[in-house]
């Protein structure tokens, strides 16, 4: 089942021009499929062999995304590593200027459209692999239902949306960023996520996160929220009793590493 979504999401036919997909797989990571499907940026792919009309490029690293267009479908859309900044499109440089100075990590601006009368909000993050602004859209980023199994408020979800951090009772912080395949930057090093209510989208532990880029230092992820959803989380997939668990849980906690490359959590 999640093999066919996957195929229905994606474009095959471009990914297999740009050799990521052969023999009927994808030879993309999970976890890129992910960000492509969620509308976030991979991570850097190493292209071989592009053969265009008037061109040919043996290899060149670009990160992908998908875009959806009512004319022409979904595409595959390339971007490079530039030779200088690229700023955004309907953005000057003093707008932009503390994303550069590392002052804010986004910007949030909205347009207006004299045509229709309506105003359009776009977030602006900077990819600093690609050395590339990039914006987008909040009403269409997916937004956790739960995180670490304590409901997030309309408040919380909007914030979200728009790229602020967002805080949980035991004081975890997290922001997403549609400039990292993962999507989040955390003041923990792992999240357990829920995207719905409705029992039919399980919860997910997504690790190896990367810091707030406010925060000098990460913390472990195991609050006793997180533990609780870790728990919950693997009971709705009915794979052992409670003690076999929390048996897990500590095996878990004994094997983590720290973000800071000091060994295993005690």
């Known amino acids: 089942m999640e093999k066919m979504i996957i195929m229905e999401a994606l474009p095959v036919a471009e990914l297999s021009r740009l050799g990521l997909y052969e023999d009927g797989k994808h030879l993309l990571s999970s976890e890129d499929i992910t960000a492509l499907i969620a509308g976030r940026r991979t991570s850097l792919v190493n292209l071989k062999n592009l053969i265009g009309e008037a061109f040919t490029i043996e290899s ?12 022409w479908g979904d595409e595959i859309m390339l971007h490079p590593i530039y030779k200088e900044i690229t700023l955004a499109k309907g953005m000057n440089e003093e707008e932009l200027w503390p994303i550069l100075t590392g002052e804010q990590t986004n910007v949030v601006k909205v347009f207006h459209d004299a045509e229709t009368g309506a105003d359009h909000t776009l977030v602006f993050e900077y990819d600093g692999e690609t050395k590339e602004f990039i914006s987008y859209d909040p009403l269409k980023v997916m937004v956790p ?3 670490n199994g304590e409901k997030l408020d309309e408040q919380q979800r909007q914030d979200f949306a728009q790229g602020k951090i967002v805080e949980l009772n035991d004081g975890t912080k997290f922001q997403y960023m549609a400039s990292l395949p993962k999507g989040l930057v955390s003041s923990r090093s792992a999240l357990i996520l829920a995207m719905s209510d409705d029992g ?3 919860s997910f532990l997504i690790d190896d996160l990367m810091p707030l880029k406010i925060s000098s230092a990460q913390e472990q992820p195991f609050s006793p929220a997180f533990e609780s959803a870790f728990l919950e989380m693997r009971k709705s997939e009915a794979v052992g009793s409670e003690d ?7 095996d ?3 094997s983590y590493h720290s973000p800071l490359g000091l060994g295993p959590l005690r």
Request: charged share 20%.
């Open 60 to 71: 060149l690293d670009v990160k992908l995304s998908l875009h959806q267009s009512a004319r």
């Open 244 to 250: 076999s668990l929390q048996i897990e849980l500590n």
């Open 145 to 147: 239902f739960q995180v």
């Open 252 to 254: 878990l906690k004994n």
């Open 200 to 202: 039919k989208s399980p």
